[in-house]
Nanobody, 123 residues
Framework: QVQLVESGGGLVQAGGSLRLSCAASGVNFEWYVMGWFRQAPGKEREFVATISARGGRTSYADPVKGRFSISRDNAKNAGYLQMNSLKPEDTAVYYC????????????????WGQGTQVTVSS
């Protein structure tokens, strides 16, 4: 089992940036695909981005393409989500998750989740 802990959330003005981190422990993080998801109040959890186990393949949800960047450092057992040009509609709790399979936007394929970190973007 992989244990995941997110950090880096906070309050930022529209147009600003935040970098979320996901610290992994428990097993070899490099074996797992990592994904970022978010959930806004009253809405379903939605896919944000995913990265393959070695970091060579990434995929993004349309609303964040060109603004967000996912990365990972397997030597540090860590993943990251750089968020630029933030918008009020990016406000949500952000979760990192790991999957033993291939990169996917399907949350059901991720079997380990962090507790989430709040991101609030003011207008």
């Amino acid at each position: 089992q992989v244990q995941l802990v997110e950090s880096g959330g906070g309050l930022v003005q529209a147009g600003g940036s935040l970098r979320l981190s996901c610290a992994a422990s428990g097993v070899n993080f490099e074996w797992y695909v990592m994904g970022w998801f978010r959930q806004a109040p009253g809405k379903e959890r939605e896919f944000v981005a995913t990265i393959s186990a070695r970091g060579g393949r990434t995929s993004y949800a349309d609303p964040v393409k060109g603004r967000f960047s996912i990365s990972r450092d397997n030597a540090k057992n860590a993943g990251y989500l750089q968020m630029n040009s933030l918008k009020p509609e990016d406000t949500a709790v952000y979760y990192c998750a790991s999957s033993p399979g291939t990169t996917t936007s399907d949350a059901r394929k991720y079997n380990n989740w962090g507790q989430g970190t709040q991101v609030t973007v003011s207008s």
